[in-house]
């Protein structure tokens, strides 16, 4: 089942690049097992996106020791795993620092649920968590903090975190996250330009409902 999973979190780490949510070797993707909770699969750290195979992933237990691969793990591996340890039912975890979110994050703001399909994914704001040291698990507990329903967190001067019952639902709501913070950015941009008055979020019973129907029966359902 590790094979098989770090086959699937080394696709998804390839993914980052693709949708230029990263740049050079920042970001990474996590991604464990509810059948072994206990490892976690995670990229190395500073190997080119390019080079990876499912061969250099490496494999930790949940007090980050190395327990399969020759390379390091990524530096972010102890925020990933304090997430995983206090939310036990997350099975993947994404880092980002995709540029418009991370233009929110610089400026410590939230990015506030104006559209719908943001409430879909996230079921309102996406919340901008405090500043944080990288020393020891400092950015992991302010982001577990800030955590709401939405399956993202902002770190203030930073990047954004991304995390869902599993790796490939972590990976799609970082690529909704930018898409989100991409929005909003023009609509800041246009409304500064245009003079007008700023967007207002949507009202509560609206989010309710849309999230509502997003996480019911929006898709396919087996």
């Not at 237990?61 to 691969?69: N, P, Q, S």
Request: hydrophobic share 40%.
């Amino acid at each position: 089942m590790l094979e098989a999973l770090k086959k699937r979190v080394c696709g998804l780490n390839k993914v980052l690049p693709a949708e230029r949510l990263v740049t050079s070797t920042s970001g990474n993707v996590s991604g464990r097992l509810p059948a072994q909770p206990q490892f976690v699969v995670i990229k190395p750290s500073g190997l080119s996106f390019d080079q990876m195979t499912p061969e250099t992933m490496v494999v930790t237990d949940l007090d980050g020791k190395v327990v399969e691969g020759k390379l390091n793990p990524s530096v972010d591996l102890p925020n990933h795993l304090y997430l995983y340890t206090h939310k036990p039912e997350l099975m993947g975890v994404v880092h980002t620092h995709s540029a418009h979110a991370t233009a929110f994050a610089v400026l410590g703001l939230s990015i506030p649920c104006c559209m719908t399909g943001m409430a879909d994914e996230f079921g309102g704001e996406i919340p901008c968590a405090p500043y944080a040291s990288n020393e020891a698990e400092n950015i992991g507990a302010s982001i577990l903090k800030a955590m709401t329903r939405a399956p993202a967190v902002l770190c203030a001067s930073h990047g954004v975190f991304t995390f869902a019952e599993s790796p490939e639902k972590a990976v799609k709501a970082a690529i909704m996250c930018e898409d989100s913070a991409r929005t909003m950015y023009y609509a800041l941009t246009m409304r500064a330009a245009l003079g007008l008055p700023m967007p207002k979020p949507l009202p509560p019973e609206e989010i309710a409902k849309w999230w509502g129907r997003y996480h019911s029966w929006y898709g396919q359902k087996s």
